[in-house]
Structure formats: structure tokens, C-alpha cells
């Protein structure tokens, strides 16, 4: 129960902008670790899941979180290497403890960011103080260094703020980028115009792990950030790329909720497909947006992807679809990366 109220705690505060994220008391937020596989975790809290690899090579982290949180987040990753699974709280630290029972620092190196949303980027800077290398796509660093509205096109609409100099990433890759650490060839693969159009998924080959980012969440329907070039048939490419990729016995991390299987992200890509052929059906016979909400034709989807107070419910979704779908929409952000 703790982690669903911390998961939607984190999809409350992604739906909000980062002036009303920083008001929230992050006191009382723990930062927990389970160990997927030798060296490897996941740390969730308040905002997106984080996945780290933790070995001789020091850390790398993927997605950062918010910036209050940085503490928590170092005293989680403290000590990580045995079995079992733990809690972070203000000063104390969480998750595996060594065999030997000594506890030991590992050095942050890399942070790979997943897309530009703050709360998985929020820690950037702090993290790169500690002196590991900040990786994202091309287009999350001219994202986060401009700004810009977040959105669906419709009734979802957040401005994002620049950040600081010092959150910007150091190393950015236009298509496909490998980091060699604690024995693993770690992969970062640029899918274009999916949740936004700088998402990366990373790769774990050697665990048979992948981090999808908010490409894949298990709120409910997902947050496709239309104004930041995202659409739902990036999002259907990555999901069906992703399941031609690894093994049928595969560890996959959303962006939200608890790590899954090949299972769950199968069915998360059929109601992806399901959902734009209900609209793309619509919109031939030529109904507008209103009829499509006033119909419900994803009214069948409802109960499994649209709980109560949901970020994102069902008028929502079928904006966001809408928006993807219709003829010549572009989705414009400020400045326009490339």
C-alpha cells in the first residue's frame, strides 16, 4: 500500500508545475530498493522509478527524480549489494547491506536521463556535484535549457521552467548510446516522438532488464506529452521495438508503478492499439471531439485504465488521441529541437 500511495503521489506531482512540486512536503517520502539482480535496483518515491546499476564501477542511476529528494536518494544507494529489499527515510539508509556488514559509498557516475519531465530530472544537478556524468537524447538538454508548456494539446497544460546550467546534461546522443559498467554493455535507445520526442529506454542485457521511462506507466491511461512532439504511435513503435528486444522472461521498469513483465507490457501495447483504432475509426466517419467524448467510445477501457482522480482520465486520453491522430496537427514547444 505504501508504494501505490508514493507511485501516485509521484503521478499527482508530475501532473503539477514545478513551482506547486516544490511545496510539497517531501519529508515523510521513503525511497524504496528492490534488487531486480545482482547489482541492479530499482528506487522508487515520489516521482518517476529510478533504476540503478551498482557495482566496482561506482553507480549509474537512471532518471534522478526530484530535487528534494537527492538525499534520500544517496542514502538509498548506500550500501547497496546483497539481497532483500528496504526503505530511505531522512538520514537513514535503505535497501541491501554488503555480506561483510561494512558499509560502504559507491561513487555516482553516470545518470541517464529517460525524457525532460522534472520529476525524472529534478536531481540532475545535485547528482552531477557529486560527479557523474549527466547522459540524455539530443533533445531532452534543449528542453530542459528552454522550457516550454507540457501537454496533451487539450485540457492537460503545465508550464515546465528552465533549469539551472548545472541540471543540463553533459553528454547527449542523437540515436543510440552504450555505457560500460559493472560488466554490463547498458544501452540508451533513443525512440523518436513516443511519450515526448526525446525519450530514451535503457537496456540492461546482461540481467535482461529494460527501464522504459513514462513510455510504459501502470497508473492507467498514459500522459502522451503532445506539445513536446509525443504521440501515441511513437509510443506503440517503442512498446512493440522494446518486445521484439528481450527476453520473454524480461524485467520491465515503467516510468510509474511496479516493475512487470513481457505480460504487462503486451497488454498495455494492445490497449494502446485498441484505443487509436477506436479513434482513428471516429475520426474517418468524420466526428468531432465532443461527439467522441459524449459517445465514450473508450468507455470500455474505463474501468481497468481510468480510476478515480486519475492524472489522466478517460476525456483526457481521448483528447490526447485525438490530438495524435488527426490530420496535419503539429505539436509545437517553444523552440523546436530537432
Known amino acids: 500500500m505504501l508504494c501505490q500511495r508514493l507511485c501516485y503521489l509521484g503521478i499527482l506531482l ?42 566496482a564501477d561506482g553507480v549509474l542511476l537512471v532518471d534522478s527524480e526530484y530535487a528534494a529528494l537527492a538525499d534520500k536518494i544517496r542514502a538509498a544507494l548506500r550500501g547497496l549489494g546483497g539481497g532483500g529489499t528496504g ?40 547528482f552531477a556535484q557529486d ?22 494539446g487539450g485540457s492537460i497544460s503545465r508550464e515546465v521552467p528552465a533549469v539551472e546550467a548545472a541540471a543540463l546534461p553533459q553528454v547527449t546522443f542523437d540515436h543510440e548510446l552504450t555505457v560500460h559498467v559493472n560488466g ?43 506539445n513536446s512532439g509525443g504521440t501515441v504511435q511513437g509510443m506503440i513503435a517503442a512498446c512493440e521495438d522494446v518486445l521484439r ?11 510509474h508503478g511496479e516493475v512487470s513483465g513481457v505480460a504487462d507490457l503486451r497488454e498495455y501495447l494492445q490497449m494502446l492499439k485498441d484505443t487509436s483504432a477506436a479513434v ?12 467522441m467524448k459524449q459517445e465514450h467510445i473508450l468507455g470500455r477501457w474505463s474501468e481497468r485504465y481510468s480510476p478515480p482522480k486519475a492524472f489522466v482520465d478517460t476525456d483526457a486520453f481521448t483528447e490526447t488521441l485525438y490530438n495524435s491522430l488527426r490530420p496535419g496537427h503539429v505539436a509545437r514547444h517553444g523552440s523546436r529541437p530537432r
Request: proline letters at 4%; glycine letters at 14%; charged letters at 15%.
Open 14 to 55: 508530475a501532473a503539477a508545475s514545478l513551482a506547486a512540486a516544490q511545496q510539497q512536503d517531501f519529508s515523510k517520502v521513503e525511497i524504496r530498493t528492490t534488487r531486480l539482480a545482482e547489482g541492479l535496483y530499482v528506487l522508487q518515491g515520489a516521482g518517476g522509478n529510478m533504476t540503478a546499476s551498482v557495482g
Open 131 to 152: 560527479g557523474a556524468t549527466v547522459i540524455a537524447q539530443d533533445n531532452v538538454r534543449v528542453r530542459l535549457k528552454t522550457g516550454g508548456t507540457a501537454g496533451n
Open 87 to 126: 526503505s530511505a527515510g531522512g538520514s537513514s539508509s535503505g535497501g541491501d547491506q554488503p555480506g561483510s556488514g561494512a558499509r560502504r559509498d559507491p561513487a555516482m557516475r553516470y545518470v541517464i536521463n529517460t525524457h525532460y519531465h522534472f520529476d525524472h530530472t529534478g536531481a540532475n544537478a545535485a
Open 184 to 226: 554490463d554493455d547498458v544501452r540508451a535507445v533513443h525512440y523518436p516522438n513516443a511519450h515526448t520526442d526525446g525519450d530514451t529506454i535503457v537496456f540492461f542485457p546482461h540481467t535482461g532488464t529494460v527501464a522504459m521511462g513514462d513510455i510504459y506507466v501502470r497508473y492507467g491511461f498514459p500522459f502522451i506529452d503532445i
Open 280 to 291: 482513428a475509426g471516429a475520426l474517418k466517419a468524420g466526428k468531432t471531439l465532443a461527439q
Open 245 to 255: 528486444r528481450v527476453p520473454a522472461d524480461a524485467r520491465v521498469v515503467p516510468g
